[in-house]
């Protein structure tokens, strides 16, 4: 089975510290994502990657920065947190099947920024 | 701009009964359809997709039907378990090729009383 293992649960940060999040995936996928899911919205994408050391904006990316060095691993920075960054956030990776991606999610960091 | 619009929530329902939650959105193109679950605690999991117009997919006995006609992609289940449970995203992908940009409605929390 794929895994896309996010490195924290729960996290909670205080305004203007930096946040790390970390995405791992085990399934040598091309492409990773980072999206927020908050009440009412949805999921809204914020980042995502072909590649390594490649990255794209998505719809919300105001406020973040992404780092991907190595294929597996796709990182969300918070530069400085803020508290309407409290959310839930999810880690994907996809695999181009049969014409139609699936995307393989990760369980979620709910962060919450004090 | 493309956009997926689902039914509010949460959906309260007693076993057996049936389920509908609608889905319509709004693309340009022939975008491909998808319904995700999310059960209390974890990531998204695919739960079906259709690919073209008039498409069936279908999953552990739930069902939609892509309908150009009425931009539609209802989800339905003839007969609900507590295991049901979760919350459920209709999602469009409207670019071709290796993008994986999803497009999610709002979820809609589903609650199955015994």
């Known amino acids: 089975d794929v895994k896309v293992t996010q490195s924290s649960r729960y996290l909670v940060k205080r305004t203007g510290e930096k946040v790390f999040l970390e995405c791992v995936q085990d399934?040598?996928?091309?492409?990773m994502f980072w999206y927020r899911q908050d009440p009412g919205l949805g999921l809204r994408l914020i980042y995502f990657?072909?590649?390594?050391?490649?990255?794209e904006k998505g719809d919300i990316p105001e406020g973040y920065s992404v780092s991907r060095e190595k294929k597996e691993r796709f990182s969300l920075i918070l530069e400085s947190a803020s508290t309407n960054q409290t959310s839930m956030y999810l880690c994907?990776?996809?695999?181009?099947?049969?014409?139609?991606?699936?995307?393989?999610f990760g369980s979620g960091t709910q962060l919450s920024v004090l | 701009g493309n956009s997926v619009t689902q039914m509010e929530g949460p959906v309260t329902l007693s076993e057996e009964a049936f389920l509908t939650i609608n889905c319509t959105y709004t693309a340009t193109g022939y975008p491909s359809l998808f319904w995700y679950v999310q059960y209390p605690g974890e990531g998204l999991q695919l739960l079906l997709k259709a690919t073209k117009a008039d498409d069936k997919g279908s999953n552990k006995g739930f069902e939609a039907t892509y309908r150009k006609e009425t931009t539609s992609f209802h989800l339905e289940k003839g007969s609900v378990q507590v295991s049901d449970s979760a919350v459920y995203f209709c999602?469009?992908?409207?670019?071709?090729?290796?993008?994986?940009?999803?497009?999610f409605g709002q979820g809609t929390t589903l609650q199955v009383k015994p």
């Open positions: 990657s072909y590649d390594v050391k490649m990255k």
């Open positions: 399934m040598d996928h091309e492409n």
């Open positions: 994907a990776s996809s695999l181009l099947q049969g014409g139609s991606e699936k995307l393989f």
């Open positions: 999602a469009l992908s409207a670019s071709s090729g290796n993008t994986g940009k999803l497009i």
